[in-house]
C-alpha cells in the first residue's frame, strides 16, 4: 500500500533506500496532479457561479477626482509556456483626458479561468521596468475570477511618458487535454487628475526635492531576452550570479534599487527545505536540499550594497489550495519587492561609464526569478552632480547550523544574520548631501521531522530593518525607517490510516508585520503600521491513491494604521470556498484619531505613504 502511494508521490521518494511510507514536506503534495482545485471534490459549492478570489489589502488612497482609464491589453494566455512575453503598445494617458498631472495611477490586472491548470506565476513590465509580479489563482470546472488592483505611481516618470512603450505580460501557461485552463486577462491603468485645489495651492506633482517626489527617471534593470521588453533572470544555483549593465545620468541626486523575487520549483518552499546531511544519510535523492536559508544578495561591480531576506508568500496551489481559495495568501497577488537605497554609491558610479549590478541567491536551487529597478533622481538645474563613497561595510554573513538527528527524526536550528552599511555624500544644486543607508536582518529557523518524518514542523522567523538619514546642508537629519516581521509556522502531518487511507494535515501561520516611520530632526513627520496574519488548517483525505476528499479553513486578521488619519481593519474567514465572516473597519477608531500626528493634515499628494515609499 505505502509503496503504490509512493508511485503516486511522482517518485518524489527514493524507494530502494528505505520504505518509509512518506515524508510530510510542502514539495512533497504539490506534485500530485489531483492537486489542483478542479479535482477536489466539493461539497457544499454546487452553483455555477464563477468563484471571486481576493488578497486582503488596504484599499488604494485615492483623489476625489474621475479616472482615467486604459484598457490596455486583452490576451488569452493558453500554451504560453516558454514563448515571448505578449506584448501591448502603451501610449501613456488617455488622449482625451482633461489633466496632465495624476495623483494617483492604478493598474488593475482582471482574469478570469475555468477548468484545471495550475498556479502560474506572471510579470508585467512597461519599457522593461517591471510593475507588477504576481500568481495566478487556481481554476474549478465552475470558473474563477479575480482582480488584483495596484497602486504604481512610484513608475510616474515611465508611466507618463509622451512616447509608445511597450507593455508585456509573460505568463507562462500550459494547455493540453489534462490541464485545460486558459487565463483570460485584461490590463488596464487608471489615472487619477490632481484636485483643482491641490494645484491652485502649488501643489503640483513631483515638484518636490528627492524624499518627497517620485523617481524622474526608472530604468529596467531586468533581462533584454528575448524582446528588450523585461523578464526577469533565472538563477537556476547557488552560486550563479546575473548580471545586468547600465549607465545612470551624470546629474543624478538620488538611487533607489526595487528588487522583484519570486522563487519556485524545488526553491518554492525553501523554508522547509532539508540539510543535505540529512537526505543524504536517510538516501533520500528525490526532495530539494540545501536547508531552509536563503536571501539574495545585490551587488555593485562585485561589491555587495545590500540584500533581500524575502517574505514567504504561498502561491494559490501551496499545500492544500483549499486554503487560499477564496482568499489568497499574503503577498500572492501582488508579490512585495524590496528597495535598496543606492545614493551613497553615487560617486561610484556617476562617471558616464557603464556599471553592472548582480543578483544571486544563497543556497538557490532551480529556480528563482529577480529583476529590478532603478529610480533616479535628476538634478534638473545641472548637468552633472558629484558624488563620493564615505564608508562602505559588508561584513560577510553570520551562519550557523545545529543538525541534530537520528535516522529520519531530528531537529535543525539554523540561525543567520547580515548587515549592509553605506555612507556617501552627494552634491547637487540642492547642496551637498550625506546619505546612510542601513540594513540589518536576522533570521532563525528551527525545523523538526518526526514520527519517522510523518511530520515536519517549522517555526522560522526573519527580522529585516531598512534605515535611511539624509543629513542636509541646514544639519537637518531625515530619518527614514522600516522594520518587516516575517513569522511563519508550519505544521504538516502525515498520517497512515491504514487500508490504503492517508490524512494530511497542514496548520499554518502566514505573517507579515511592517512599521514604518518617518522623521526630520528628530520630529515625527509620519508613522505607520501594518499586522497581517492568516492561521489556515487544511485537511487532504487520500485513499487508494487518490484525492477523494479536502477541507481548509483560513482566518485573516489584517489592521492597518497610518498617522491615526488612515486605518483600515479586516477579519476574514473563509472555509471550503465560502467565507464564514467577513469584517470591514474603515476610518479609525477615536482613541486613533487621539494620536497626533506632527504632519497635521496637509499635504496629502508629498505625505509619508507616497514619497517615503520609495525606500
Ligand atoms: C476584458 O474586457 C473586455 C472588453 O471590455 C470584456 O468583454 C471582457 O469581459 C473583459 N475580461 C475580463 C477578464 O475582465
Ligand atoms: C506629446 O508629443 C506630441 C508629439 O511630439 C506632441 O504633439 C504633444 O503635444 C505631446 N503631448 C503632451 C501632453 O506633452
Ligand atoms: C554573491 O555575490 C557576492 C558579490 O559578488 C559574493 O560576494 C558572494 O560570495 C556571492 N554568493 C554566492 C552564494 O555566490
Ligand atoms: C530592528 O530595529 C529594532 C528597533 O530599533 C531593533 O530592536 C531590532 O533588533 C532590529 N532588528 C535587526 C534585525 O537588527
Ligand atoms: C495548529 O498548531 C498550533 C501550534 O502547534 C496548535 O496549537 C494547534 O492546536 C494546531 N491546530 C490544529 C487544529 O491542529
Ligand atoms: C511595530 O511596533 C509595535 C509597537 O511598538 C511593536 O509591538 C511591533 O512589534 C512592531 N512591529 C514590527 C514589525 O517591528
Ligand atoms: C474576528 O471575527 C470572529 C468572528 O466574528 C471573532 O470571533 C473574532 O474575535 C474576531 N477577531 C478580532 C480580532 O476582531
Same mark, same amino acid.
Not at 343 to 354: A, H, Q, R, S, Y
Not at 358 to 379: E, I, P, Q, R, S
Given at each position: ?16 533506500? *528505505? ?39 488596504? &484599499? ?24 515571448? &512575453? ?8 488617455? /488622449? ?178 532539508? /540539510? ?49 481559495? &477564496? ?19 553615487? +560617486? ?5 561609464? =557603464? ?36 564608508? *562602505?561595510?559588508?561584513? /560577510? ?33 540642492? +547642496?551637498?548631501?550625506?546619505? *546612510? ?20 514542523? %517549522? ?20 530619518? %527614514? ?65 487518490? =484525492? ?30 465560502? =467565507? ?21 493634515? +496637509?499635504?496629502? %499628494? ?10
Amino acid at each position: 500500500m505505502a509503496s503504490s502511494l509512493i508511485t503516486l508521490l511522482l517518485s518524489l521518494l527514493f524507494l530502494h533506500h *528505505h520504505s518509509l511510507s512518506s515524508i510530510a514536506n510542502p514539495h512533497k503534495l504539490h506534485k500530485l496532479k489531483p492537486h489542483l482545485l478542479s479535482h477536489l471534490p466539493r461539497s457544499k459549492h454546487s452553483d455555477h457561479k464563477p468563484t471571486e478570489f481576493f488578497e486582503v489589502s488596504k &484599499p488604494i488612497k485615492l483623489p476625489n477626482t474621475k479616472p482615467c482609464s486604459n484598457l490596455v491589453l486583452t490576451h488569452d494566455f493558453a500554451f504560453t509556456y516558454g514563448q515571448p &512575453p505578449v506584448l501591448a503598445s502603451f501610449h501613456g494617458p488617455p /488622449p482625451h483626458c482633461p489633466s496632465t498631472q495624476f495623483s494617483r495611477i492604478v493598474l488593475e490586472w482582471r482574469a478570469t479561468c475555468r477548468g484545471t491548470q495550475f498556479d502560474r506565476i506572471f510579470g508585467v513590465w512597461l519599457g522593461g521596468v517591471e510593475l507588477l509580479r504576481s500568481c495566478t489563482a487556481e481554476p474549478t470546472s465552475s470558473g474563477i475570477v479575480w482582480t488584483v488592483e495596484k497602486d504604481v505611481t512610484r513608475y510616474y516618470s515611465i508611466l507618463t511618458r509622451n512616447q509608445t512603450q511597450k507593455l508585456s505580460v509573460y505568463l507562462g501557461n500550459v494547455v493540453d487535454s489534462t490541464y485545460t485552463g486558459v487565463y483570460h486577462v485584461n490590463v488596464s491603468f487608471h489615472f487619477y487628475p490632481v484636485e483643482k485645489e491641490k494645484i491652485l495651492k502649488g501643489f503640483g506633482v513631483n515638484s518636490g526635492f528627492g524624499f518627497n517626489s517620485w523617481a524622474d527617471l526608472v530604468l529596467p534593470i531586468s533581462r533584454n531576452l528575448p524582446l528588450n521588453d523585461g523578464l526577469w533572470f533565472e538563477i537556476r544555483k547557488s552560486g550563479e550570479i546575473q548580471l545586468k549593465e547600465f549607465e545612470i545620468p551624470r546629474n543624478t541626486y538620488r538611487a533607489v534599487l526595487e528588487v522583484y523575487v519570486s522563487f519556485h520549483e524545488n526553491d518554492e518552499f525553501w523554508y522547509s527545505n532539508l /540539510p543535505n546531511d540529512y537526505l543524504a544519510e536517510n538516501g533520500i535523492t528525490d526532495m530539494p536540499g540545501n536547508g531552509p536559508f536563503r536571501e539574495v544578495v545585490v551587488s555593485l561591480d562585485g561589491k555587495v550594497v545590500g540584500a533581500v531576506w524575502p517574505f514567504t508568500v504561498i502561491y494559490t496551489g501551496g499545500m492544500n489550495p483549499l486554503l487560499w481559495a &477564496p482568499i489568497s495568501g499574503i503577498g500572492s497577488f501582488d508579490l512585495p519587492s524590496y528597495d535598496i537605497e543606492i545614493t551613497p554609491f553615487l +560617486g561610484k558610479i556617476l562617471d558616464g561609464k =557603464i556599471h553592472k549590478f548582480g543578483f544571486n541567491v544563497t543556497n538557490a536551487l532551480n529556480v528563482w526569478f529577480v529583476d529590478a529597478n532603478l529610480h533616479l533622481w535628476l538634478d534638473k538645474h545641472s548637468t552633472k552632480t558629484e558624488g563620493k563613497l564615505l564608508k *562602505h561595510v559588508s561584513p /560577510p554573513l553570520v551562519f550557523s547550523e545545529v543538525s541534530n538527528f537520528k535516522g529520519l527524526n531530528g531537529e535543525f536550528t539554523t540561525n543567520a544574520n547580515r548587515k549592509v552599511l553605506s555612507i556617501g555624500w552627494v552634491k547637487s544644486s540642492f +547642496g551637498s548631501f550625506v546619505t *546612510h543607508s542601513l540594513q540589518e536582518f536576522s533570521y532563525s529557523n528551527s525545523l523538526v521531522m518526526d514520527n519517522d518524518a510523518n511530520t515536519q514542523i %517549522i517555526d522560522q522567523k526573519i527580522h529585516f530593518n531598512d534605515t535611511v538619514y539624509v543629513k542636509t546642508p541646514f544639519l537637518d537629519v531625515h530619518t %527614514i525607517k522600516s522594520e518587516k516581521k516575517f513569522p511563519l509556522f508550519l505544521y504538516l502531518d502525515y498520517f497512515d490510516q491504514g487500508n490504503g487511507h492517508y490524512l494530511y494535515v497542514t496548520n499554518l501561520t502566514l505573517r507579515f508585520d511592517e512599521n514604518r516611520s518617518s522623521k526630520l530632526a528628530g520630529c515625527e513627520l509620519s508613522k505607520s503600521s501594518l499586522k497581517n496574519t492568516q492561521d489556515g488548517l487544511g485537511y487532504l483525505f487520500i485513499e487508494n491513491n487518490h =484525492i477523494v476528499g479536502a477541507s481548509a479553513s483560513t482566518q485573516q486578521l489584517y489592521s492597518y494604521k497610518e498617522d491615526g488619519k488612515f486605518c483600515y481593519f479586516r477579519n476574514v474567514s473563509s472555509s471550503d470556498y465560502d =467565507i464564514v465572516y467577513d469584517e470591514v473597519k474603515n476610518g479609525c477608531s477615536q482613541r486613533e484619531l487621539d494620536f497626533p500626528s506632527a504632519f497635521g493634515s +496637509g499635504n496629502q %499628494i508629498f505625505s509619508h505613504s507616497k514619497g517615503f515609499s520609495s525606500i
